[in-house]
């Protein structure tokens, strides 16, 4: 039997590689002559880096930029190769994520993605041209404003002034220009991992859904709204792409749209893509059963994370799929439209943080898998 397992980490407790290779463990305890294979997996966001380098191996590379307000940060992006080209991948949150602000200076009023837009401009320099982007974690709402400067785009206000690199310059633009925009940037290609499907402005969009985690209050969410409209009619006129009907264009305060009207970029799901750079789906297609899973399997669980993309991707092709997870929402119904079953790893009462123990949960994840396999394989002994 080929058993493929790819799990996403147990936050706050166990890595995705250290789970897969538990289940692995309980896997052959019960079925010794099966072939089983972990791949280490994540959705974009913590964790991917590792997967990218523990299957395509690839260098960190460090660059000085601005962060989100503009003070100078060290942020890092990976260089790997697949497909015989070398590949670029960055953080955003790197860059200009909430954790590099305490959290009593957070305000999107003031923060911008500056940094992002030198992270990618070092890697054209170097002579990358191929740049997968998360964009998870941000402090940032200036519809990616900062990133684009940061590339050669112009910005000016309503007298036509040029907008400098400070602030959210989102707040005070009118119009924008192109004309100094990096001439490489027609030989790249841009590919967006989010897993958010908010559109660019309005109830849904980046302001309202998210600014106020990053520290804007009812008017501030208001004014950013606003400002987010009045650019997406900009972006319009300057790009031909209405950003609002692009889905995700809201992810990380619209610098997903920015990046899909200016960059051209392409938007997936972060766990699709790294299951295809890693060569998952061909193991998948060639698999009798899979194992999944992730810490808590809840409705966030259904929005593109881990277990759920690995199970529909199984699903086309007719595998048994089986889910485990520390916690499971049982009021979740539509888990099983992916997923032939899920195990909780529990096993007797314990407290969250006991729970939640790497040993504990190690041991956890062998058992379970291990109860699993001797039923799908008929064993008593």
Known sequence: MKVIIAVDSFKGSVSSLKAGEAIKIGVLQALPEAEAKVFHMADGG???????IHARG?????????????????AEYTVFPYNGQDHVFIESAASCGLT???????????????????????GIQRGYRHFILSLGGSATNDGGTGMLQ?????????????????????LKVASMSSANAMKEIAECTFTIASDVLNPFYGPEGAAHIFARQKGANEAEIAVLDAGLERFSSILLKETGKDVQHINGAGAAGGLGGAMAACLNAKMMSGAEILMEIIGLK???????????????????????????????????????VIGLAGRIDTE?????????????????????????EHDITIKQLQVTAEQVMRLIAGRKD
């Not at 913590?46 to 990218?52: F, I, Y």
């Not at 206000?157 to 989102?170: A, K, R, S, V, Y």
């Not at 979740?332 to 939640?356: G, P, W, Y």
């Open 46 to 52: 913590e964790g991917t880096v590792e997967a990218l």
């Open 58 to 74: 690839g260098e960190k590379i460090a660059v000085d930029v601005h962060g989100p307000l503009l003070d100078s940060v060290m």
């Open 100 to 122: 590099l602000i305490p959290t009593a200076n957070r305000t999107p009023m003031k923060t911008n993605t500056y940094g992002v837009g030198e992270q990618i401009k070092d």
């Open 150 to 170: 940061a590339l050669g785009w112009q910005f000016f206000d309503q007298n036509g002034t040029l907008l400098g690199m400070e602030g959210n310059p989102l």
């Open 282 to 320: 061909e193991k998948i297609e060639a698999a009798d059963l899979v194992f999944t899973g992730e810490g808590s399997l809840d409705q966030q669980s259904l929005l593109g994370k881990v277990p759920v993309t690995i199970a529909k991707y199984a699903k086309q092709h007719n595998k048994k």
């Open 332 to 356: 979740l119904e539509k888990i099983n439209e992916h997923l032939d079953a899920v195990f909780s790893i529990q096993t007797q009462c314990r407290t969250l943080e006991e729970a939640m």
